[in-house]
Antibody, heavy 117, light 107 residues
């Protein structure tokens, strides 16, 4: 069965770049969209971006200027970079498989990223 | 952006109760509405997609309905494992947006 696993630093300093990777196991990254979604502690969910396996992307305009998503089909991974982070970017970051109709049918367990000096 | 408003924000109910959660979109999203359940400390889990389609493996006590701007999630007979937070999500337009969540608590 397909599983997703986020990885990356749990602590990032203000003004630096947050970098996360999602590894897809048990299935191919091809033929699907893949999203990043975040959830600040005690708050709701915010969709950040998605990428298709061929590299097509879409971004949340509220974050677009600071976000880059990429995919590496040879490694069955996709990645998120968020630049110039502040404390407001502290959140659990989830990766999720996104079907054509836009819903998220598989999620990683999430990774807490804290922005602090 | 399309704003998603859930009501109520929190709800107390008992095992066996029938519960309905409402989600309203700020503009028509046709049937592009999905529901997720999130238990504390875990990732959200898809329950319902495109307004009324039950995901495989999800108990049939969960159902969804609606079209356009108004949608509902109904749990016909609450079970202990259903006490969680529920989110609606529109996938009609970018950026995808979520409701603020409804926390379902035990009375």
């Amino acid at each position: 069965q397909v599983q997703l696993q986020e990885s990356g630093p749990g602590l990032v300093k203000p003004s630096e770049t947050l970098s996360l990777t999602c590894t897809v196991s048990g299935g191919s990254i091809s033929s699907y969209y893949w999203s990043w979604i975040r959830q600040p502690p005690g708050e709701g969910l915010e969709w950040i971006t998605y990428i298709y396996y061929n590299g097509y992307t879409n971004y949340n305009p509220s974050l677009k200027s600071r976000v880059t998503i990429s995919v590496d089909t040879s490694k069955n991974q996709f990645s998120l970079k968020l630049s110039s982070v502040t404390a407001a970017d502290t959140a659990v970051y989830y990766c999720a498989r996104t079907l054509d109709a836009g819903y998220f049918d598989l999620w990683g367990r999430g990774i807490l990223v804290t922005v602090s000096s | 952006d399309i704003q998603m408003t859930q009501s109520p924000s929190s709800l107390s109910a008992s095992v066996g109760d029938r519960v309905t959660i409402t989600c309203r979109a700020s503009q028509s999203i046709t049937r592009s509405l999905n529901w997720y359940q999130q238990r504390p400390g875990t990732a959200p889990n898809l329950l319902i997609y495109v307004a009324s389609s039950l995901r495989g493996g999800v108990p049939s006590r969960f159902s969804g309905s609606g079209f356009g701007t108004d949608f509902t999630l109904t749990i016909s007979s609450l079970q202990p494992e259903d006490f969680a937070t529920y989110y609606c999500h529109q996938s009609h337009s970018i950026p995808y947006t979520f409701g603020q969540g409804t926390k379902l608590e035990i009375k």
